[in-house]
């Protein structure tokens, strides 16, 4: 089939059947010899810029797609960074598409670049992307330490690390103590360790603890203070705690408040609240409450139903009796409240990650929807329902684009109203995923793909230049943009002439770079003049985007 084009065209130019048969036989040794050529393994291709997946205040973790193998296989790639203005230097190695670059500084921008290596050797440095590191921050407030153990000349202190490190490692916690909540505060223990044994303490003597937390940036806020004792001379179990009191009930959470009970010379640094189930049909259960607290959400109940609570203390002699129980209800089942706005967890030129808040509330499922930037749809749809509060959007999102979502929450009972909108946008990427290039081509649309395939056919002859100029007038591309949809122009050629299947905008490059002999020039004038839409076995794809568009934008894959 493809000789039979060959020697269609060159009849057709030349109007003599002697030369189309002479310029088939030519061509059949050019395609040899370029295909033989072409299958000699060579060099891996550039990697395209690579994107950044996760961006703290002294790591970067990005993402890349492997370029063209030129047939040998990819063993090593190579993450290179510098700062703004000085030379690359290398920073990872491995063999997986993803690296985590730690030991950058706060709110400070490098240049990334990936390098690719197969067993011919390392291939070109691919261009850099230019990644701003997050901005350092104070630690979040700790919370307040807590009473683990105690005896009559010591207490054993522990805590937990901040909700927020600020985007730096924790470096140090700093443990201090007084008298009294409004005495003199002393740091008896700087360190990382997440519990301190304080002793020398007299029978009985009062001790309050407050801590907070460093990175390299700053300190955190002090902590609430934890206010306790040593151990008494003679000590005994504590007494059993008075009724709780019920308080903001749901329909599956009972919040339970309380007095600490007097605890026999000993510290209390636990309670069990006992919770029995009385107009529904179910088990007794427990939950402990560590530290010392005197509230408790009690979750996972039925609606409509009446429940007993009462509790327990502990201290270092044991456990005292349940003292009085209170009888508590939940209300009546109801669909849950409105959700919070989802928050954007994750970003590429492809993908948006969602992740939102649980909603109160048994068997509570979610609803994601969201609108699409190029059909223009004025209401969100849904993309996804299930249990889960993360959501991966990349059904055939488009570089530099803005997106509309909108969450709903439902149980058995009903559905919430929706939440608020909120738009997040993809990040830039290749020669033509930018906000003017994305929107030429949305505006032309249904005119672009017959200009660039009659732009591509009217200088097939003319050369490369031609081709670019040509696009960007007709189109109303950037230069650059242009240029890319040129060098796909001539990628599905070469293609065509070597049984190449392409998979990326920058394999597509290497091919062609392969095919810049000028007999093999020769060879895809050729083949440009002759490849019909059904016989072309590759594709162009959009420049910028780094696979073939899928879902609702399947379309906009252009057949050369």
């Known amino acids: 089939m493809r000789r039979r084009c060959g020697q269609w065209c060159f009849v057709a130019c030349t109007g003599a059947a002697c030369v189309g048969v002479v310029a088939v036989l030519a061509l059949m040794c050019v395609y040899e010899a370029a295909r ?3 299958l000699r393994p060579g060099l891996p291709g550039a990697p395209e810029a690579p994107y950044a997946v996760m961006v703290g205040v002294d790591y970067v973790q990005i993402s890349w797609l492997a370029p063209f193998d030129n047939g040998s296989t990819i063993v090593a790639f190579f993450v290179w960074t510098a700062l703004q203005g000085s030379p690359l230097q290398l920073a990872w190695g491995g063999a997986q598409t993803t690296a985590t670059v730690s030991g950058l500084a706060g709110n400070t921008s490098y240049k990334v670049a990936v390098q690719a290596e197969n067993g011919v050797g390392k291939g070109p440095l691919g261009p850099a992307t230019n990644i701003t590191t997050a901005t350092p921050r104070a630690p979040a407030e700790p919370d307040m330490p807590c009473l683990h153990d105690s005896g009559r000349q010591w207490l054993l202190v522990q805590w937990i690390p901040p909700a927020d490190d600020g985007g730096l490692r924790i470096s140090a916690y700093t443990l201090q ?9 002393i740091t008896c223990y700087t360190g990382l360790d997440l519990s301190f044994n304080f002793t020398g303490l007299r029978p009985a003597q009062p001790v309050v603890f407050r801590l907070c937390a460093a990175n390299s940036f700053a300190l955190s806020a002090w902590s609430q203070p934890l206010e306790t004792h040593s151990e008494a001379a003679n000590v005994s179990t504590p007494v059993a705690p008075a009724t709780p009191l019920c308080s903001n009930a749901t329909d599956t959470t009972i919040e339970l408040l309380w007095e600490a009970p007097d605890d026999s010379g000993a510290p209390i640094t ?10 529904q049909e179910g088990d007794t259960f427990f939950q ?6 005197t509230r408790r959400s ?7 139903s009446d429940y007993t609570l009462s509790l327990s203390a502990y201290n270092s002699e044991g456990a005292s009796a349940y003292g009085a129980a209170a009888t508590c209800a939940t209300t009546a089942a109801r669909p849950p409240s ?7 967890a994750g970003a590429s030129a492809l993908w948006l990650i969602l992740e939102w808040d649980v909603s109160n509330g048994l068997n509570v499922s979610y609803t994601l929807a969201a609108d699409d930037w190029w059909i223009n749809v004025s209401t969100p749809v849904p993309v996804y329902h299930g249990a889960s509060t993360s959501y991966n959007h990349s059904d055939g999102l488009l570089p530099a684009s803005n997106y509309t979502f909108a969450l709903m929450a439902q149980n058995s009972v009903g559905a919430s109203p929706w939440s608020d909108e909120v738009t997040f946008t993809t990040s830039q990427n290749g020669l033509c995923g930018n906000p003017a290039d994305m929107a030429t081509m949305k505006t032309h649309y249904s005119t672009m793909q017959a200009a660039i395939e009659q732009c591509l056919i009217k200088c097939a002859i003319q050369g490369f230049d031609c081709a670019v100029d040509c696009i960007h007038d007709e189109v109303g591309f950037s230069q650059k943009c242009a240029q890319c949809w040129g060098e796909m122009g001539e990628c599905t050629c070469a293609a065509y002439l070597y049984h190449v299947v392409l998979l990326t905008p920058h394999q597509c490059r290497d091919v062609r770079r392969s095919a810049s002999s000028p007999t093999a020039r020769s060879a895809l004038i050729v083949v440009k003049n002759t490849a019909s839409r059904q016989r072309s076995p590759a594709l162009v794809y959009l420049c910028g985007l780094s696979r073939p568009l899928s879902g609702s934008h399947a379309s906009t894959v252009v057949r050369i």
Not at 177 to 185: E, I, N, Q, V, Y
Not at 288 to 293: E, R
Not at 298 to 304: A, E, N, V
């Open 177 to 185: 103590s007084a008298g009294t909540p409004d005495g003199l505060f």
């Open 36 to 38: 033989s050529a072409a």
């Open 270 to 279: 636990a309670y069990t609240v006992r919770v029995v189930p009385v107009t």
């Open 288 to 293: 402990t409450v560590d530290c010392g607290a």
């Open 298 to 304: 009690i979750r996972g109940l039925s609606p409509d």
């Open 338 to 344: 409105p959700p919070l706005p989802p928050r954007l």
